[in-house]
């Protein structure tokens, strides 16, 4: 099989083809890594940077993201299995009163893509929540609002870990459509990003990685 169809699929967002090429290449012998770092996630590169050329949409973006989950659905046993190293662990979460997550979800994926570990602490995240996930070790936490009644919960999560004495122990990022990086600046976050990809490219850069 020619693998170029599974990252070819990834962009054109087709998922039954990204799930069967995957399955295909496994029984044929090729290595779940070079599946991922070879194919799937320089697709994923690819939908982002298409993305900020303003050549996609957030559609696009979504079923690329979904065949990209097809894919990773036969990879992740495999990889875990044979213990690829996420290249960082980040707990993403829609801040406390805000229920939109669909933002949230794609920035998810694009982080995923790019090879971190995700947690999820889904919406209405309270700061407690974000406290506890940090405590338990976590290199880096994202933080999604909609709404500009829920932003403010961005900065009491921020308080909440310098209270707790867990600020210098994770980076933050922070996202979603009101939000700006002078925001982020005034709250004391380390990064912000506009949209999914960049989000990806900053978490990197955040952690050094
Ligand atoms: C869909 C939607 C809903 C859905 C949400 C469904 C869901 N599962 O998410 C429903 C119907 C539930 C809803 C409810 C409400 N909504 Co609403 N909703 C929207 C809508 C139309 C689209 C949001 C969206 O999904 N956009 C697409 C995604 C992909 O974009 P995004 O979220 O901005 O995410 C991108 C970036 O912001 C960034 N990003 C996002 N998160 C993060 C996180 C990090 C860490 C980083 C780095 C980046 C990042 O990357 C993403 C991808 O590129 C917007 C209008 C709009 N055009 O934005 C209103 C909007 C956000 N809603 C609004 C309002 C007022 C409400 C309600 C209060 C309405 C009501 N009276 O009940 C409730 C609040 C419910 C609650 N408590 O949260 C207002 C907010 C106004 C304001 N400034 O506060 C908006 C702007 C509509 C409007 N013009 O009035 N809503």
């Known amino acids: 099989m020619d693998l170029k169809e599974i990252y070819?699929?990834?962009?054109?967002?087709?998922?039954?083809?990204?799930?069967?090429?995957?399955?295909?290449?496994?029984?044929?012998?090729?290595?779940?890594?070079?599946?991922l770092f070879d194919?799937?996630?320089?697709?994923?590169?690819?939908?982002?940077?298409?993305?900020?050329?303003?050549?996609?949409?957030?559609?696009?973006?979504?079923?690329?993201?979904?065949?990209?989950?097809?894919?990773?659905?036969?990879?992740?046993?495999?990889?875990v299995e044979s213990g690829v190293e996420p290249i960082g662990r980040v707990a993403i979460g829609t801040v406390k009163g805000d229920l939109h997550d669909i933002g949230k979800n794609l920035v998810s994926m694009m982080l995923e893509g790019a090879g971190f570990e995700l947690v999820d602490l889904g919406v209405d995240a309270a700061p407690e929540k974000f406290v506890q996930v940090v405590r338990d070790g976590i290199d880096a936490i994202a933080m999604s609002a909609l709404l500009t009644t829920t932003m403010p919960s961005m900065k009491t999560t921020i308080d909440a870990l310098v209270e707790a004495g867990l600020r210098d122990k994770v980076k933050i990022l922070i996202g979603g459509a009101p939000v700006t990086q002078a925001y982020a600046d005034q709250i004391g976050a380390d990064g912000y990003a506009p949209d999914a990809s960049s989000a990806a490219r900053m978490a990197k850069e955040l952690l050094g990685v």
């Open 8 to 35: 070819e699929g990834v962009i054109s967002g087709n998922q039954k083809v990204v799930s069967e090429g995957v399955q295909a290449a496994l029984k044929a012998g090729v290595t779940p890594p070079t599946l």
């Open 39 to 79: 194919y799937l996630i320089p697709a994923m590169s690819e939908v982002g940077e298409r993305f900020e050329r303003n050549e996609f949409y957030v559609p696009e973006m979504l079923i690329a993201a979904r065949a990209m989950q097809g894919g990773m659905a036969h990879l992740k046993p495999l990889l």
